[in-house]
């Protein structure tokens, strides 16, 4: 198994991509500490200690990162507000950075002192192809804040890359999840925008939690050694066109 003692933290693993990370992580051997804001979204996630956790607390967050110890932290807590940039708020934005920036920040300042310390560790943090990469209409505020994701990601993996720390983003593009099917049922014609949300991928489909979890992976194990400070685009081909 590929991550067989390691300890691994990830954040919003109840569902979606995080969880499908968590089980996957726990597959390949890892001690999996999972982590929710909703903790009964996290039952039933077997082979991993699982707890609630608010990722903007910082004090909270630094302090149950420092006991877990993690030689892979996996920051996936994150929301997608729609909208043009005429349509979007102050509180909006300022509530998408701190949940899809500033938790990413404050998870890698507290993992960083031990890893640093352990001689290693991997960072895996969950941008998206809507962000520096692509534009996707209606999604200004989403985008701006997963294009921060990679800029911290490049900027931390090359400070630390001579301590034998890795830090990758993975830029997801639509993936199948529970809160992808609320933002469809949001826009009032569930069907309508489903089929719109499929015709953009140039594969004919959406992606996969597990697909993502696959990646995820690769980029926790020592089989990606050689790789830091990389944008992973995993997206049927949307960035290709």
């Known amino acids: ?6 300890r691994a933290f990830i954040t919003a693993a109840g569902q979606g991509i995080g969880r499908a990370i968590a089980e996957a992580y726990a597959r390949e051997g890892a001690a999996v500490t999972a982590t929710d ?54 509180d909006e934005f300022d509530f998408a950075f701190g949940l899809n920036v500033r938790s990413q920040f404050h998870a890698m ?16 943090n969950i941008a998206s192809v809507a962000s520096s990469i692509v534009a996707a209409p209606n999604r200004c ?8 994701v990679i800029g911290l990601t490049k900027s931390v993996a090359l400070d630390y890359v001579t301590h034998g720390i890795r830090v990758n983003a993975i830029c997801p593009g ?16 569930y069907e309508a925008a489903y089929n719109a949300f499929v ?3 140039p594969m004919g489909r959406i992606g996969t939690a597990e697909e993502i979890a696959q990646l995820a992976i690769y980029l ?3 089989e990606s050694a050689f790789t830091t400070g990389q944008a992973h685009v995993i997206d049927g081909g949307w960035a290709t066109g």
């Open 174 to 189: 639509t993936v199948d999840s529970p809160s992808l099917h609320d933002r469809l049922r949001a826009m009032g014609d």
């Open 141 to 148: 505020i989403y985008g701006a804040s997963k294009a921060a």
């Open 37 to 90: 804001l909703n903790a009964d979204l996290l039952e039933g996630l077997e082979g991993a200690e699982t707890f609630a956790l608010d990722v903007t607390d910082k004090a909270v967050l630094r302090r149950t990162i420092e006991a877990a110890r993690p030689d892979i932290l996996v920051n996936c807590a994150g929301f997608v507000h729609s909208g043009t940039i005429l349509e979007a708020t102050d």
């Open 109 to 124: 300042q507290a993992a960083l002192p031990g890893m640093i310390e352990r001689g290693g560790g991997s960072i895996v």
């Open 1 to 6: 198994m590929r991550l067989t003692g390691k």
């Open 199 to 201: 015709a953009r991928q």
């Open 220 to 222: 926790g194990s020592d």
